[in-house]
């Protein structure tokens, strides 16, 4: 099936809150369970750059798994950005230690020049240039820098883009069903994900599918940096 991109931001107020009250428990817990699966042999600490980063919740979910770090999340939907600065008023247990930026890839401005992870949940498939997520990762990250990304992968089919919304969401408003539909359409098959990493210069991510739904790319850049 071709791929069929989508707009590369949620700006309206009514998308926003539909995804920002959406039930993205499963996911979003498998996230943190993920990241700690794949970089087992340190305890994470410093700052980590949420790439993506809708309304907050996976920003605070890794402050809440990894009490050393500092969050800075960016999205370029004011939207997003405005309930995510809601659920962080709710968050008394991480206010200090997450930061919301509004930004747009490539070109951000943010309070550091390097961080010790990037990570990234359900960014990728937005994009209509892909190559502008893994060069704003090198922008950010040094060869020790963990990078995590997560994201939808493309089924074979419209039919099942259509189950996969029956199963997972099913109760939730006609709107997110839409917009989980056209995600599912916008995404990436692996193999297409793995050509962007060639292009890219970063082979050495490894990229697992972890779901029916969903693919992670994990590992260091260690792109030579002149």
Not at 10 to 24: K, T
Not at 80 to 92: H, I, K, P, S
Not at 93 to 99: I, L
Request: hydrophobic share 40%.
């Amino acid at each position: 099936m071709q791929r069929v991109p989508e707009p590369e931001l949620m700006e309206e107020d009514l998308q926003a809150r539909a995804y920002a009250e959406a039930d993205f428990e499963e996911p979003h817990s498998n996230f943190i369970k993920l990241f700690e699966q794949n970089f087992p042999s340190a305890s994470m600490a410093g700052f980590v750059l949420d790439l993506g980063c809708g309304p907050g919740d996976i920003s605070i979910r890794f402050a809440r798994a990894f009490p050393r770090c500092s969050v800075h999340g960016v999205d370029g939907s004011e939207a997003m950005l405005n309930y995510g600065r809601l659920a962080l008023g709710q968050a008394a247990d991480v206010q200090e230690r997450v930061q919301l930026f509004q930004g747009l890839l490539p070109g951000l401005t943010l309070p550091r020049t390097r961080y010790d992870a990037v990570i990234s949940n359900s960014l990728l498939h937005h994009l209509h240039d892909p190559q502008v997520m893994w060069r704003t990762i090198g922008e950010f990250a040094t060869s020790a820098t963990r990078v995590f990304i997560m994201d939808l992968i493309r089924p074979k089919s419209l039919d099942e883009a259509r189950k996969l919304v029956e199963t997972y969401a099913a109760d939730e408003p006609a709107l997110l069903q839409r917009d989980f539909f056209n995600s599912l359409l916008a995404a990436f098959e692996p193999a297409e994900i793995e050509e962007q990493l060639r292009h890219a210069g970063l082979k050495h991510l490894s990229l697992s599918v972890v779901s029916d739904r969903h693919a992670i790319i994990f590992g260091h850049d260690r792109r030579n940096r002149g």
